[in-house]
C-alpha cells in the first residue's frame, strides 16, 4: 500500500503565497511522474502540475508563470509552490502518482485525500 499525504493548505489573501508538500511512503523504491490536481466546488478535477522522474515539468495554462512544482526524490516528496494566488484558485489540492514502484510490487495512480485551499480577502 502506497500513501500520500498533503500538507500546506490553508487561507491566503489574494496575491499571496502558498507551498504544498505530498509526501508518499510505503517501502518505496522508485516514483515515475508525480502530479499535483485540483478541485473547486461544483468542478471537476483538473491538473495542475506534474513532473516525471528527470525533473521534466507540465502546467495547466491558468497556472503558468505562477505555480512551480519541484520534487526530492530521496525524500519521495513533491512541493507545488504558488505564487500570486486568485480567488480562482481556491480548491481542494491533491497528490498523484503515476506508478509507485515498492519493495512489494508497484502502484499505479495513488492519490492522497487533499487539501483545501483557500484565497479569499
Known amino acids: 500500500q502506497v500513501q500520500l499525504v ?3 493548505g490553508g487561507l491566503v ?3 499571496g503565497s502558498l507551498t504544498l508538500s505530498c509526501a508518499a511512503s510505503g517501502s518505496i523504491l522508485s516514483i ?3 502530479n499535483w490536481y485540483r478541485q473547486a466546488p ?3 478535477r483538473e491538473l495542475v502540475a506534474g513532473i516525471n522522474s528527470r525533473g521534466s515539468t507540465n502546467f495547466a495554462d ?3 508563470g505562477r505555480f512551480t512544482i519541484s520534487r526530492d526524490n530521496a525524500k519521495n516528496t513533491v512541493y507545488l509552490q504558488m505564487n500570486s494566488l486568485s480567488p480562482e484558485d481556491t ?7 503515476h506508478t509507485v514502484v515498492t519493495t512489494r510490487g508497484y502502484f ?3 492519490w ?5 485551499v483557500t484565497v479569499s480577502s
Open 108 to 110: 499505479d495512480d495513488s
Open 112 to 116: 492522497g485525500l487533499g487539501t483545501q
Open 62 to 64: 491558468s497556472v503558468k
Open 32 to 34: 515515475s511522474t508525480m
Open 6 to 8: 498533503e500538507s500546506g
Open 42 to 44: 461544483g468542478k471537476q
Open 91 to 97: 480548491a481542494i489540492y491533491f497528490c498523484n502518482a
Open 13 to 15: 489573501q489574494p496575491g
